[in-house]
């Protein structure tokens, strides 16, 4: 089945480490199953002074992502993630986003919610 | 006039100078003290008495479902993510919501519109026959501190001579009660972390224009680094509290110090001489 993953970044690229923080993300890297690169999205309200985890959140509901790696996902943010039906996978190994993916696609994380 | 007392953090004596001030002073005028500290308000502890209230209110969105398309207008325009529009429905998380009203002008379907909801209280007492006692408390897990301070102030508004026990911090609820004082009381202890969260709170205030004295609580003596402080910054030293157990005793359980430590009273009202003298305006 083809969906769509979400990977927390510091940068743009899958070589780029990935970020641990949800709302304060810099880059969001959203990857088709079906499809063979990720597509960064730069997080616009990284420096916003609040509501950043519901706003981010929101980037991934209207991006369809059924999948969210990151490092951790504060409370009103999950609340989003969960009614919207999205796994949340832990990745804290501080690799990059394409050894986030790996790992993901083995079943080597950990699933938060 | 309107004095505040402030320390730039929780645990300096502060709560104690306002309410000892108060009392004091209410023996010969009328005195509104303002609790300002609404997370934690605690003077009522030294002043029990029976209470009034007053609700504080919060405009807040509710949706209509059978008129929303989840456009995502709405949570598009809120500046604090309290809104999140999934496809079948809206999530709104009313602690993050300021109240401006943004997302019901914005909303293309009219779906939108505004209730009030509670996010704190202002308590009412007169304890003392010339003392009445305000306190501003913000409901758990809400927020809108700077809100319930406003709403506080606002009922003591106009009043002659207002004593208020401002929060601990240098952010938007110091800044919000510190606004529009004529006078700012710094009480600090004479600790390198003392004088560290003294200089934040004497900045916010300078920043907003008020006057003000320090008082030196818990002093051993010396005070060398506060005093350098303040003569550096041109702020003068107003009072000197010396460490002393009775003090720390009554303070502890609650109890005014002018019933139980001589001559505490003629302290104050010394304070508050050289505060009214500095801080009326046109003084
Ligand atoms: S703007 Fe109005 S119609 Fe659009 S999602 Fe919000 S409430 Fe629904
Ligand atoms: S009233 Fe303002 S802060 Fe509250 S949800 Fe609507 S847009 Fe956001």
């Known amino acids: ?113 | 006039m309107r004095v505040v007392v402030a320390s730039g953090k929780g645990g300096t004596g502060k709560t104690l100078v306002a309410a000892n001030l108060a009392a004091v002073v209410s023996g010969s005028r009328e005195v509104v003290l303002v609790d300002c500290d609404v997370e934690e308000p605690n003077l009522h502890l030294f002043f029990p008495s029976e209470t009034k209230t007053l609700p504080v209110l919060a405009d807040v969105p509710v949706f209509d479902q059978l008129r929303c398309d989840h456009c995502g207008e709405c949570a598009r325009t809120c500046q604090y993510g309290a809104i999140v529009v999934l496809p079948q429905k809206n999530l709104f998380f009313p602690e993050m919501c300021h109240g401006c009203g943004g997302c019901e002008i914005t909303c293309p379907q009219g779906a939108i519109s505004m209730r009030k909801r509670e996010v704190g209280r202002v308590e009412f007492s007169r304890p003392r026959c010339h003392l009445t006692l305000i306190s501003g408390v913000l409901n758990e897990r809400e927020v809108a501190a700077p809100r319930v301070i406003r709403e506080a102030l606002l009922y003591a508004g106009g009043h002659p001579l207002v004593i208020c026990d401002a929060p601990p911090g240098t952010a938007c609820p110091l800044v919000e009660t510190l606004e529009g004082a004529d006078y700012c009381v710094l009480v600090t202890e004479p600790t390198p972390f003392g004088l560290h969260d003294l200089s934040l709170a004497a900045g916010v205030a300078d920043v907003l224009g008020v006057p003000a004295g320090v008082v030196i609580n818990r002093s051993m003596g010396e005070d060398g680094m506060v005093r350098e402080f303040c003569r550096s910054k041109n702020i003068p030293v107003l009072w000197t509290i010396p460490f002393d157990r009775r003090i720390a005793e009554l303070a502890n359980d609650g109890k005014l110090l002018a019933d139980g430590v001589p001559g505490i009273r003629e302290l104050f009202l010394g304070l508050f001489a050289k505060v009214s003298g500095r801080g009326e305006p046109g003084a």
């Open chain 1, 1 to 113: 089945m083809v969906m769509i993953i979400c990977i927390t970044s510091k940068g743009p690229k899958s070589f780029d480490l990935v970020e641990e923080r949800f709302g304060r993300s810099p880059y969001f890297l959203f990857r088709d199953t079906g499809k063979d690169d990720f597509e960064p999205v730069a997080n616009k309200f990284a420096d916003a002074a609040g509501g950043v985890g519901p706003r981010a959140a929101q980037v991934l509901v209207d991006r369809g992502a059924k999948v969210l790696i990151t490092g951790n996902v504060g409370g009103n943010a999950l609340s989003v993630i969960q009614a919207a039906g999205i796994e949340v996978f832990r990745y804290r190994d501080g690799g990059s986003v394409e050894d986030a993916f790996q790992k993901y696609q083995k079943g080597l994380l950990e699933k938060m919610a």
